[in-house]
């Protein structure tokens, strides 16, 4: 298994869960994250094929993810509509916009769109430090910064932030805008350091998947990467075993399922979700240990595109929602006179 | 729906394009003809199945945006139900084929959402969340299974088998596509309308939606309901599947989804979850899918234009139920 | 010293309070004393910034305050206790006090630090405060110290208490009287909203009653005793008890040791006995909060009992006994605002044999059934296709006591059918479960309002913690179990 590669997968799923995190933990469930990362993927692109400045092709797509929660943040937070309505139109307004866009700028050829290779140094570039660095640079904001803990209060008790003087609605937009930025840079991320190129609707529900990765990482920075190296690992099985044969599938699939079965009998002896987490994690990481496998019968691909899909499910069915998700998200507050 | 064509106009605006010319090559592609009435009903059908599926989920209170996967679910069980048909000598009245393909399609798409409706119900799991996932799940089960145990009989090609025309469900027309499949959804309308604003188990159904805790102060159990509404919601997702796989597309491959399932959720969510009203909003989508293809010179293909309209329509509804209720609230409060 | 000078507030109709006056002096524990619906709330939510008098003033030392600004009256040392906490339970205790004392948002969190005055607090006071405990697993009389904690630190010289021993157990009753009166000596004001008459008594230097919106007196404690301070809150007394003696009931509902678990899997109700015979109305009082909502939902069939017995005619209720259930809150409970009147009738209707063929609903009759409904209970809507959302409270309540009334129910529980309700609309409610009873109802009316059980109840208990204990009288009741 190669280690940079797994994490070049994992990062834009990891950066838009952690950016979801933030959004959550204040209370707000952005449905329309998918949206926001392929609109993303698609400005990353486009402002590196016309200027060829990398850093602006992760700019202008963070800047465009900040307007984006702007106005999906106007929508559920300010003006408390449904969460999931709006994020739904988010999504339907992403496949659109990008849709016409890439056709009338591109033509309607469907001829791939490359886009040059980002400078990596031993397999991983800035994005995935980012991504690493990102664990403790959230973990600080949310739990070691007065801000976090207003936001965590707006997330599960929002009368007690507005007791203490702070505008619910603020904290969230902010939060909702945070998540913007960091859907855009992982939207960029996807097309420009994963794919090298743009087609349409190609985050493939990884914007689903890491709302997912929240409820799945239990609401912590350092769970939400972990589970967010398990998924890029399964999407990474296919590249790495795409000629491997059958048996490699089913021991492959076996394992992480076990793995999840672990954690559900550690789960229903009510052990601490931090040590079941752990073993879920390093148990479907310690599958990587296996790869090596037999590769006999080629196996089509598509089970191993669905396995990422698959695992995620597999993991919610397991960890189920718990006790631990904020106690007012997806709750629009509303003041009180 | 003056706002909706007023949402089109703008859009259309929006992406500088002739608003005259284009309205006109829209309305002749759509209405003009009677191949272009024929291509916007023929949408028309899945938008509308696909809808009624949405609105019985949506009025319990669960946001099933898996109307893909249950689409797809449904046009697998139906492909597989009538898989041994094509090894008789003699091919079978088109009705036989349809009997048995919308049975396995409303099975398999019931099968698809009850999942997402337990997981729901039984581990709390978000619909939103796992009826996504089931959606790839289904599309990747769907490639999978067109090129491998429900591959065409001389293994070439990632299709099924093709039905013949005979065993497909009639057409008015040999030339469009129109086919039968149209009675069948109005009548799923009427059904749908009854079911819910005529049987006990609609009314609790929509009571749960809208207030699970009167329904259960009067003893309904939500949980169950909630289930049996992602049932019924898939089931009927599942059934477009099945029209669509027995009226138009008669094999399955990788391109037989074309988003039905999710352009469905704004038709249903701008028909304000009304069956009725379903209809006309299903027929305006469904025009400018297929008003679309004579603007090629315009726009190359109509979903990507109806994704805008239907975001910024739904987005432009939003906005205005939040500020009417807004007005109401502040009236009370003073 | 704080003035209240003629304030008057409405909430839509409904008149809240009207031109109350009062003063509260340093040093003084001033207990403000009234029934439910009196207009204690109303009155410090003005006082503490929550809320903006229609007209009136209030004045610090003289000096005009401003109104309706809640962060700016704490600023100037008013500080309010609310009975329901602003405490987030997934916090410490320690991030709880914290949080209501930031300094700016983008500085590092030191819980620690800013925790430590309230904590220093709370070591003068004599409470063991654990910072690290997770505060929604304390117990509720723990977590008002915190909330407490959380209010006082930044040298409030007035302190408002809302209702403040209706959580509390009695220990923990006699422990915050301690600190009330330790905060009177440092002197502070200290304002304390009360409805039991025996806490009032115990603690307070001066009383103000509230009734009905309206000041009725304000006296030293000395002037004062139990007779005359219930006297002046609930009027006098209406002659009640149309009904006869208990004993003349033929016995129907029998409960005993009755146990109820809480939504948190709290003991709710601990062992309790009851029975009610046709034709009577048990009232049970007590303040929220003390197991009334998991008694009504166990009664209506809604909540699984934990243990004990409850029967009907001997055999264990269920289904089969028509039960009419008033739940407490008409808006999350009783109605489906988005949906019709029609449809809220439907309701009780879908399980009517005239009004149903076998899985289906019969418009027609359906729609005859909610017109006769609207016009018999004098329903004031436009048609029956209305929103319920639409309606004044009061028509909202008809909407709900119609559907449970219309087929006499063998057993009807009703939990604060009144709340909120304006006199007429009282008024008609109190017939309908009058009417009920007569005609053989066997009533089960739980209500924080005395007025209410005093009018209709046969006999009425007093639930506290989870069980029953008989009251006799009304100044007793009043007074409470404290």
Known sequence: MDLALLLVFSTPLALAAMGELVGQRSGVINIGLEGMMLIAAFLGVYVAKSTGSIPLAFLVPAIAGAALGLVSGFFTVRLGADQVVVGTAINFLALGATGLAYRSIYGTSGQLLDVAAMTKFWGIDGMVVLMLLLIPIIGFAIYRTNWGLVLRAAGDYPKAAEAAGYSVSRIRMQAVVIGGVFAGLAGAYLSLGVANSFAEGMTAGRGFVAIALVTFGRWRPLYVTLAALLIGYCQSLKFSLQESGVPAFVIVALLILSAIAVLGVVLARRVHYRNAAWILVFGGLAVSALLNLPKTVAVPSQLWLALPYVVALAVLIVVGKGTVAPGALGIAYKRER | ?334 | MLCADGLSKSYGAVRAISDVSATFADGEIHAVLGENGAGKSTLMAILAGFARPDSGQVSLNGIAIPLGQPFACRRLGIAMIHQHFTLVPQFTVGENLALARLDGLAKPLSVSRLAQPALEMARQLGWQIDPTAPTGSLPVGAQQRVEILKNLADNAHTVIFDEPTAVLSPDEIQDLFRVLRRLKHEGKAVILIAHKLAEVLAVADRVTILRHGKFIATAPIGDVNEEKLAQWMVGDLPSALTHGSADQYPSALYLRGLSVLGDRGEAAIRGLDLEVGRGEIAGIGGVDGNGQVELAEVLAGVRRLSGGVVNWDGKPLDETVHTGYIPQDRQSDGLALGMSIEDNLAIEGRTRTELTRGAFLRSGPLREWSKGLLSRFDIRAQSVSDLAGSLSGGNQQKVVVSRVMDLRPELLVAVNPTRGLDLQASAFVHQQILDAASAGTAVVLISTDLDELAGLADRTYFLSAGRLTEAAGASSMVGGQA
Not at chain 2, 229 to 242: I, K, W
Not at chain 2, 279 to 285: D, E, N, T, V, W
């Open chain 2, 1 to 334: 729906m003056v706002g909706l064509f007023a949402i089109l106009i703008l859009t259309l605006l929006v992406l500088r394009l002739p608003v005259g010319d284009s309205l006109t090559l829209l309305y002749q592609g759509a209405f003009g003809s009677e191949a272009g009435v024929h291509r916007t009903l023929v949408r028309a059908i899945p938008l509308v199945l696909c809808g009624l599926g949405v609105i019985v989920a949506w009025r319990a209170g669960m946001y099933n945006i898996g109307g893909e996967g249950q689409f797809v679910a449904g046009g697998i069980a139906a492909a597989a139900a009538v898989k041994p048909l094509f090894a008789m000598a003699q091919p079978p009245a088109w009705w036989v084929v349809f009997l048995l393909a919308g049975a396995a399609s409303i099975g398999g798409g019931a099968a698809w959402g009850a999942l997402a409706g337990w997981l729901y119900v039984k581990r709390g799991v978000e619909v939103v969340i796992s009826t996504i996932l089931l959606n790839f799940i289904a599309l990747q089960l769907l490639v999978y299974l067109a090129s491998g145990p429900l591959q065409e009989s001389k293994h070439q090609l990632p299709l099924t088998d093709r039905l013949s025309s005979g065993m497909m469900l009639p057409k008015f027309n040999s030339q469009t596509d129109l086919h039968v499949g149209i009675f069948l959804a109005l009548l799923t309308v009427v059904a749908v309308y009854i079911v819910l604003y005529k049987t006990k188990a609609g009314f609790c159904l929509r009571l749960v939606g809208e207030n699970a805790r009167v329904a259960r102060a009067n003893r309904i159990n939500s949980g169950q309901v909630r289930l049996l509404s992602m049932a019924l919601s898939g089931g009927l997702c599942g059934l477009a599947g099945g029209v669509e796989y027995a009226g138009v597309a008669g094999q399955l491959g990788s391109s037989f989804s074309q988003q039905w399932g999710f352009l469905a959720i704004p038709v249903a969510l701008l028909a304000a979850l009304n069956p009725i009203w379903l209809i006309p909003s299903a027929i305006y989508f469904a025009a400018i899918l297929a008003g679309s293809k004579t603007m090629a010179g315009f726009v190359s293909d109509g979903t990507v234009l109806i994704y805008v309209i239907q975001a910024a329509a739904v987005l432009g509804l939003v906005a205005i139920r939040a500020y009417t209720s807004r007005r109401v609230i502040q009236t009370e409060a003073t």
